[in-house]
């Protein structure tokens, strides 16, 4: 006879486990202590199974039936119901989120080691929690198809965030790729969004190439009254022309003060590529300033509240919006901007120019073992533009440009008839 819901609602327990049958192998186990239990007993490839369908009053006789004709679908198309449910509440705990997360822990060693620049991984993190986990983080990651992840994409870059839409591609590429390590995905779904993102938009970073406005600036930071550590920030940000990050980043380890050289990890370039850059005169005289100020602790430019962190990132750039210097003008990034511009105009040899401003090449195998190239005339250089900057800064004239071009010229008189300093091991 089939069960009722009477019979289920009238069914109470007794000193031991009995069961009530419907139809084709479902049944109502009652327990001693008075759960009743949906049961469902099938045979799958020559062995009996049996699954749960829940319990009652959770789950109703009506809702039993359904969970039950659902099961029996599966064994017509040949699919064990316990396996294809142990598969679902699988795919279940591997989220998007919980997938991430892994990656994520997984970067720590690489950080600890040196390997990896923990910014980046706070970058990945914080993009992942912002913009991708409140859409997709409770989905199945096997379940998410591209579509759906352009979508979000998209939204961010309706905001104006086509880099940062570029950058959480990436970042969702890496966790699935990590997914498909683990069998949790057979593919990268992200390699079905090329082309659909529009190109980030090209931002110039403005920066002063009229050598009477560069004296300006020289005497207008001279003068900064603001904090002493950021004033010589700002003087070795004219002098180094690194980016901005490297600058406010930069270590004390990384520093050689008696070989006269600042060689900042490839975790900490924009490339990936380590990079060398030669101190000069007056470089060596600001940091041993410097060394005085900021005592043992890591970084060279500390943070005032917390010397345990780098200055903040608009550390510089508010410094030169004190001394009248808009942004739309000039900023930190743009000193690189002057540099390039003046020792070209200067006549040094643009490959020494563009290699100590670490822009890229081409060639993988230089790019990691070439840091050192051209380094004999980019100590020249290097000194040769302190010496510049010094005299623009106390005779505010352009009188120096002769004599650079003429040291620039004895430079390279002098290596063709000598072979170059090998590069650095």
Same mark, same amino acid.
């Given at each position: 006879?089939?069960? @009722?819901?009477?019979?289920?609602?009238?069914?109470?327990?007794?000193?031991?486990?009995?069961?009530l049958?419907?139809?084709?192998?479902?049944?109502?186990?009652?327990?001693?202590?008075?759960s009743?239990?949906?049961?469902f007993?099938?045979?799958?490839?020559?062995?009996?199974?049996?699954?749960?369908?829940?319990?009652?009053?959770?789950?109703?006789?009506?809702?039993?039936?359904?969970?039950?004709?659902?099961?029996?679908?599966?064994?017509?198309?040949?699919?064990?119901?316990?396996?294809?449910?142990?598969?679902?509440?699988?795919?279940?705990?591997?989220?998007?989120?919980?997938?991430?997360?892994?990656?994520?822990? +997984?970067?720590?060693?690489?950080?600890?080691?040196?390997?990896?620049?923990?910014?980046?991984v706070?970058?990945?993190?914080?993009?992942?929690?912002?913009?991708?986990?409140?859409?997709?983080?409770?989905?199945?990651?096997?379940?998410?198809?591209?579509?759906?992840?352009?979508?979000? +994409?998209?939204?961010?870059?309706?905001?104006?965030?086509? &880099?940062?839409?570029?950058?959480?591609?990436?970042?969702?590429?890496?966790?699935?790729?990590?997914?498909?390590g683990?069998?949790?995905?057979e593919?990268?779904?992200?390699?079905d969004?090329?082309?659909?993102?529009?190109?980030?938009?090209?931002? &110039?970073?403005?920066?002063? @190439?009229?050598?009477a406005?560069?004296?300006?600036?020289?005497?207008?930071?001279?003068?900064?009254?603001?904090?002493?550590?950021?004033?010589?920030?700002?003087?070795?940000?004219?002098?180094?022309?690194?980016?901005?990050?490297?600058l406010?980043?930069?270590?004390?380890?990384?520093?050689?003060?008696?070989?006269?050289?600042?060689?900042?990890?490839?975790?900490?370039?924009?490339a990936?590529?380590? &990079?060398?850059?030669?101190?000069?005169?007056?470089?060596l005289?600001?940091?041993?300033?410097?060394? @005085?100020?900021?005592?043992?602790?890591?970084?060279?430019?500390?943070?005032?509240?917390?010397?345990?962190?780098?200055? &903040?990132?608009?550390?510089?750039?508010?410094?030169?919006?004190?001394?009248?210097?808009?942004?739309?003008?000039?900023?930190?990034?743009?000193?690189?901007?002057?540099?390039?511009? +003046? +020792?070209?105009?200067?006549?040094?040899?643009?490959?020494?120019?563009?290699?100590?401003?670490?822009?890229?090449?081409?060639?993988?195998?230089?790019?990691?073992?070439?840091?050192?190239?051209?380094?004999?005339?980019?100590?020249?250089?290097?000194?040769?533009?302190?010496?510049?900057?010094?005299?623009?800064r106390?005779?505010?004239?352009?009188?120096?440009?002769?004599?650079?071009?003429?040291?620039?010229?004895?430079?390279?008189?002098?290596?063709?008839?000598?072979?170059?300093?090998?590069?650095?091991?």
């Open positions: 006879m089939l069960l @009722t819901s009477r019979i289920v609602r009238a069914a109470r327990p007794r000193e031991r486990r009995y069961v049958a419907d139809e084709h192998g479902m049944s109502l186990h009652v327990m001693p202590r008075g009743k239990w949906w049961r007993r099938y045979r799958f490839q020559h062995a009996e199974r049996m699954i749960s369908l829940g319990v009652y009053p959770g789950v109703n006789l009506a809702t039993a039936r359904l969970l039950h004709a659902d099961a029996r679908g599966l064994l017509a198309r040949a699919i064990d119901p316990s396996a294809d449910r142990k598969e679902k509440r699988a795919a279940s705990a591997h989220t998007f989120e919980v997938v991430a997360r892994q990656w994520l822990k +997984l970067l720590q060693p690489r950080v600890a080691k040196g390997q990896l620049a923990a910014d980046t706070k970058d990945a993190t914080r993009i992942l929690e912002r913009d991708i986990f409140p859409a997709l983080g409770i989905r199945s990651i096997s379940d998410i198809k591209a579509h759906e992840l352009l979508m979000v +994409l998209k939204q961010i870059e309706l905001k104006g965030l086509r &880099h940062t839409a570029r950058r959480a591609k990436q970042r969702c590429s890496r966790v699935f790729r990590h997914a498909i683990l069998g949790y995905v593919r990268d779904i992200t390699e969004l090329r082309g659909l993102l529009e190109p980030p938009q090209v931002r &110039h970073r403005p920066g002063i @190439t009229d050598p406005r560069l004296v300006e600036l020289l005497r207008a930071i001279d003068g900064y009254t603001g904090r002493e550590v950021i004033g010589i920030a700002l003087k070795l940000a004219l002098l180094f022309f690194v980016r901005p990050g490297e406010r980043k930069a270590r004390w380890r990384q520093f050689d003060l008696p070989a006269a050289q600042w060689r900042i990890p490839a975790e900490c370039m924009k990936r590529v380590q &990079h060398l850059v030669p101190l000069s005169r007056q470089a005289e600001l940091l041993l300033k410097l060394r @005085t100020i900021s005592g043992d602790g890591e970084y060279v430019f500390p943070l005032l509240r917390d010397p345990a962190r780098p200055l &903040h990132g608009a550390a510089l750039g508010g410094a030169l919006g004190s001394l009248g210097f808009d942004s739309t003008e000039v900023t930190p990034h743009g000193f690189r901007a002057t540099a390039c511009t +003046l +020792l070209n105009e200067l006549g040094w040899r643009s490959e020494a120019i563009e290699r100590q401003m670490a822009h890229g090449v081409s060639d993988s195998i230089r790019r990691h073992y070439n840091y050192a190239q051209h380094l004999p005339e980019r100590r020249v250089m290097m000194q040769a533009w302190a010496d510049y900057l010094d005299g623009l106390t005779s505010g004239s352009t009188g120096k440009v002769g004599s650079l071009r003429e040291r620039n010229n004895r430079f390279q008189q002098r290596t063709l008839a000598s072979p170059q300093e090998p590069p650095l091991e």
